[in-house]
């Protein structure tokens, strides 16, 4: 397979798009029918083999404008002649290895491209074979003076192979990587020269050391530039992803305003994966009891014969979610990202109600859903958020004006610290609610060590609660929702 | 390529494609036409994803037009199985059969002597019960079936459940139909298969595998234009200038069901059937549930109606 084509593959991988075998055999077989003249028409192609989602046809867009905008565009002149449809392409790619002949271009020895299994991400011996051999010492000095570009790029990409720069994945990595690829190009003896130019003091030594570091510095830059666009291709993405898990486990309380950016995608992601996780039939067949009536209509035409026989099924309950949450100041910003995973979750939980409450409880369903998320949310604190917290009121109005809410497929979801102000917990009406529902789930996002500690009455409430957690980050809140959804599985 | 032959000799190129379907008045975009004709080479199923209306279906059944296969369709819903699919046996034939059998039964075996002689010779006969004749082929073993080929269209797999999914990977990958009791079906010609999705449930890791992905998107207002124009060739280039606008401008608002292509040429066909020649705010308003099927989706653009018109208008006036 195209080597072009399998370090793609592998740069896709590192980007966390899943490319199976199949798939980049398909891919193989899609660039032999386009060929490599089309940019346009090549990557719509390789979009509608690799991308499986949107989401990864977007990861594809950058990334092959990133890929295919470095040297390696130069198309290998063989292939160009097999764009033409044949009906044998297909074993052709099946087994032998259709490039073979397309290699010679690169004045490299083949036999490194034959393994079979070169689908499977290329490793990293990739290209010992070719770069052995170098023809001849490069004349660095030369080299960037003459300004050709086109050796030029050959020459980084030859060093870049050899120093491996492809395993980048940390911006931090640049320089090790721009000073392996110097080594690899020899700056080594062009530093001695410059050492014994300047040795010499004579003023044609000076100007010869002044041609040698613009030398050294054109290399350097033209280094630091291969290296960086190798970085945007094979490293940016797996050092967001590295960044994302950390994201995971941070403390929702501690995220300054530039991380809540980030957080966005990766909430939408873990909703996405909820929903999916969820995503059972909602009916259940009951073995072994007949339907009776629905099984004599199927057949009737076979005489009364019973060759379809039809079971009973019963439909298991959708979620029901009933959020209800302290916005005052603490808790307020664990408030946003539990109602941005649950409003995520949309698509799945279509009964949703949120409540929001500081001093008194207010029904915030209608803002949430007529307004950009950001904008309902500065809304309902800006309205709801600046009272002095009160449980026991909150219970009270939920009970008293929204009692139609809570049935015996409601999950009641709480987040909240508990602090009372040390008012009237209301514990009764709490007990009535907890009755009531399915589930009583309560999230705290204070550390379990100062549960109850102070005006906190969260203890109180824990008796009636089917589970109380902490909950102060992504991952904390994945689980939760797990949890809720698990009961509706 | 000759449009004029009538045998479908195969897809030459992309823009071969996107020839054969303006044949047929569908306005394909590049990558569609790309993604069908890598799914016609590569012999794989195509997975068209996207929001409701932008022609996926209608893709297929233009495919199928031009190509003059015919088009298979099946719809998939929740509770769909095997029987509904692949194939059923049909009972009432087969149980006629039996009686039938049990009333000749003694002229076959009648000189038959003896019980052993007489299930030699009944094993002799050809078992008829599970055979072909009593195979009702449903839409996946009739594609199977066609020997001129054909376009198989899965609609809305996701719809389907799980189980369904499996179901339909052997049919996928290998162009096959097992049934238990006579062997397995193989396609005489491959069938160009096409799967739509909603994208209301993520659909397998092995279902999308084995398919091109083709993500169809509300179109841009030129290309909007085109298609409107092939559905609906009367109506004025000035009302479908300032109608393709409009729809533009709306699918920007802070609504929840956007309106796709299909309620674009719906709402041409309204306006043409009212005689406008011009949008005017009171006749946008009269027909908005032409295109917005939600009543806040309508209060929400009914209130700026006016303000969208007069854009439209303006945009229109600067760029003549």
Redesign the interface.
């Known amino acids: 397979m195209e080597r072009t084509l399998t370090n793609y593959i592998r740069a896709l991988r590192t980007a966390g798009a899943?490319v199976?075998t199949?798939?980049a055999i398909?891919a193989a077989?899609?660039l032999e029918?386009?060929g490599y003249q089309d940019r346009?028409?090549l990557k719509?192609?390789l979009?509608?083999?690799l991308?499986?989602?949107?989401e990864?046809?977007v990861l594809h867009d950058r990334l092959f404008d990133l890929y295919f905008s470095y040297a390696e565009t130069k198309p290998p002149r063989q292939t160009q002649s097999e764009g033409e449809?044949q009906e044998d392409?297909?074993s052709a790619s099946d087994g032998s290895d259709p490039d073979s002949e397309g290699q010679e271009s690169n004045g490299q020895p083949s036999n490194g491209q034959k393994q079979p299994g070169s689908g499977q991400g290329g490793g990293s011996g990739q290209d010992k074979t070719g770069e052995a051999g170098e023809d001849a010492p490069l004349d660095l000095l030369e080299l960037a003076q003459s300004g050709d570009a086109t050796r030029m790029a050959m020459a980084m990409a030859q060093a870049g192979a050899r120093a491996d720069v492809d395993q980048i994945r940390f911006a931090t990595q640049v320089p090790y990587f721009v000073r392996r690829m110097l080594e690899e190009l020899g700056a080594e003896k062009l530093d001695k020269q410059l050492m014994a130019a300047l040795d010499e003091r004579t003023e044609e030594g000076t100007a010869r050391a002044e041609a040698l570091i613009e030398a050294r510095s054109t290399l350097m830059r033209n280094a630091r530039a291969y290296v960086e666009a190798r970085f945007e291709v094979f490293g940016r993405s797996a050092s967001e992803a590295f960044m994302n898990e950390v994201m995971m486990d941070r403390s929702l309380g501690a995220l300054t305003k530039s991380d809540m950016e980030r957080m966005k995608p990766i909430i939408a992601k873990m909703a996405?994966k909820l929903?999916?996780k969820h995503?059972?039939?909602r009916?259940v067949r009951n073995r072994g009891q007949l339907d009776l009536r629905r099984t004599l209509r199927a057949?009737a035409?076979?005489?009364g014969?019973p060759?379809?026989v039809i079971w009973k099924t019963k439909r298991k309950d959708k979620p029901k979610i009933v959020t209800i949450c302290d916005v005052s100041g603490s808790v307020a910003r664990y408030v946003r990202f539990l109602l941005l995973v649950l409003y995520a979750l949309r698509?799945k939980v279509t009964d949703l109600e949120t409540f929001c409450f500081s001093s008194h409880l207010v029904d915030v369903n209608h803002d949430l859903e007529?307004?950009?998320f950001d904008a309902a949310m500065d809304k309902i604190l800006r309205e709801v958020g600046n009272g002095s917290t009160d449980y026991g009121r909150a219970f009270t109005d939920l009970s008293r004006q929204y009692d139609s809410t809570i049935d015996k497929r409601t999950t009641v979801l709480i987040l909240g610290d508990g602090r009372n102000n040390n008012g009237d917990p209301a514990m009764g009406i709490f007990q009535d609610i907890a009755a009531k529902a399915k589930r009583v789930i309560w999230l705290c996002p204070e550390h379990p060590a100062s549960w109850g500690s102070g005006d906190s009455a969260l203890l109180q409430y824990k008796p009636f609660c089917s589970s109380l957690t902490h909950c102060s980050t992504v991952a904390d809140l994945e689980h939760a929702l797990d949890d809720v959804l698990l009961a509706y599985g | 390529m000759t449009h004029t032959g009538l045998e479908f000799a195969g897809f030459e190129s992309a823009d071969t494609v996107s020839a054969r379907l303006a044949s047929v008045g569908y306005i394909s975009t590049a990558s569609i036409s790309t993604a069908v004709y890598l799914a016609h080479h590569l012999r794989k199923p195509i997975l068209i994803e996207g929001p409701a209306g932008v022609g996926k279906t209608d893709l297929a059944r233009s495919l199928a037009q031009s190509m003059e296969f015919p088009l298979l369709r099946m719809q998939c819903y929740e509770g769909l199985d095997e029987s509904k699919a692949l194939y059923e046996w049909k009972y009432g034939k087969q149980l006629l059969y039996t009686q039938i059998l049990k009333e000749k039964i003694h002229h076959l075996i009648g000189d038959a002597d003896g019980l052993d002689e007489s299930f030699k010779k009944l094993a002799g006969f050809q078992d008829l019960f599970f055979s072909r004749e009593f195979l009702e082929p449903r839409p996946l073993l009739k594609a199977m079936e066609q020997a001129g080929g054909s376009v198989l269209l899965i609609d809305e797999i996701d719809k389907s459940d799980e189980e369904f999914e499996a179901l339909l990977l052997e049919v996928l990958s290998d162009y096959q139909v097992t049934v238990p009791e006579i062997g397995t079906i193989e396609a005489i010609v491959p069938p160009l298969v096409i799967l739509t999705s909603n994208n209301t449930r993520e659909l397998g890791d092995a279902l999308k595998r084995r398919c091109l992905h083709l993500h169809i998107d509300f179109p841009n207002a030129d290309l909007e234009a085109r298609i409107v124009r092939s559905r609906v060739p009367d109506i004025s280039e000035r009302l479908l200038a300032q109608l393709v606008a409009f729809i533009q401008l709306v699918r920007d608002e802070n609504i929840r069901k956007l309106p796709s292509i299909s309620e674009t040429i719906d709402w041409a066909k309204t306006l043409l059937l009212l005689h406008a020649d011009s949008l005017d705010p009171v006749m946008v308003r009269n027909t908005l549930n032409v295109i917005l099927k939600r009543q806040t989706d309508i209060a929400e653009v009914n209130s700026q109606v006016d303000q969208l018109v007069r854009k439209v208008l303006t945009e229109q006036a600067e760029s003549a």
């Open positions: 899943g199976s199949t798939e398909d077989r899609a029918l386009v346009g028409l719509m192609s979009a509608a083999v991308a499986k989602s949107q990864e046809e449809d392409s297909d996405k929903a999916a995503a059972r039939r009916k057949n035409g076979n005489d014969v060759f379809e698509e007529s307004l950009p």
